[in-house]
């Protein structure tokens, strides 16, 4: 039948597609690719042939997670857990190699300027907070306007920004810690970072409240950082806002 060959028409491309990525891909990706090869396809045939892959090719094809496809002998490409992978290359130059340095201050003008979360913010890093908890990346403070009618509490934003992959449960567990003295964390990932990864942590983000921003690694210049998932606003122990901010009050209360 005329429709069986089209269903297989689809289902091969598919697989093909599967082929060039190994890292896996989203099912509304692989549509859009089938169609990119064929547009005289019918996209709801193309959804019928192709939903249910794992289970017309299981010797092929399994969901690594939630609406994402890879083929099964690309498994143990990635069977290991985020922390073992290696480190995504990072573009460089003989003049200039990418440190994660170079994204602070972009992520703490972007947390002023287009989040609109902060009203000042600072890049920082180190041990400046000198304690085994860590120090954010970036701190920033929104405080209300005279102009404002309804004045509000000053409020401390945080960002734990990665560079790469490696470290990302690491970094998440950075995050959180940091919600004991700020208002709201955020975690800023690379936007070439695995599927199940970002999935993963979009899904705790989401339980723990804390921010995902999601950002292109190999660009300084211009990261376009976008957000994933928005902190949510939380009391701190005023104890630990106290005690880490006076270490920083000249830098931040400009």
Request: glycine fraction near 6%.
């Amino acid at each position: 039948m005329a429709t069986t060959t089209i269903t297989g028409q689809i289902r091969k491309i598919a697989l093909e597609v599967l082929e060039g990525k190994p890292e896996g891909i989203r099912y509304s990706d692989l549509k859009r690719k089938i169609l990119e090869q064929n547009n005289s396809f019918n996209p709801n045939t193309i959804s019928g042939a192709t939903w249910d892959l794992e289970a017309t090719f299981p010797d092929k094809v399994y969901k690594p997670d939630r609406g994402v496809f890879r083929l099964l002998k690309f498994t143990e490409d990635f069977a290991t857990q985020p922390d073992q992978q290696p480190t995504a290359a990072v573009k460089t130059s003989k003049k200039k190699s990418i440190k994660e340095e170079d994204f602070y201050q972009p992520f703490a003008d972007w947390l002023v300027n287009e989040l609109e979360e902060c009203t000042s913010a600072i890049g920082l890093g180190g041990n400046i907070f000198r304690d085994k908890w860590g120090t954010p990346d970036v701190v920033g403070v929104r405080e209300t306007k005279r102009s404002d009618i309804i004045q509000f509490p000053t409020e401390i934003v945080v960002g734990e920004i990665k560079t790469d992959s490696n470290g990302l449960i690491t970094a998440f567990g950075q995050a959180c810690a940091y919600r004991i003295f700020s208002h709201k964390s955020y975690i800023v990932v690379p936007n070439n970072s695995q599927i199940e990864d970002i999935t993963r942590l979009d899904t705790l983000c989401r339980q723990f409240g804390i921010g995902l921003i999601l950002f292109d690694n190999q660009s300084p210049e211009d990261p376009q950082f976008e957000i994933r998932v928005r902190a949510i606003k939380h009391e701190p122990d005023m104890f630990f806002v106290n005690k880490n901010l006076k270490l920083i009050e000249d830098k931040l209360f400009k």
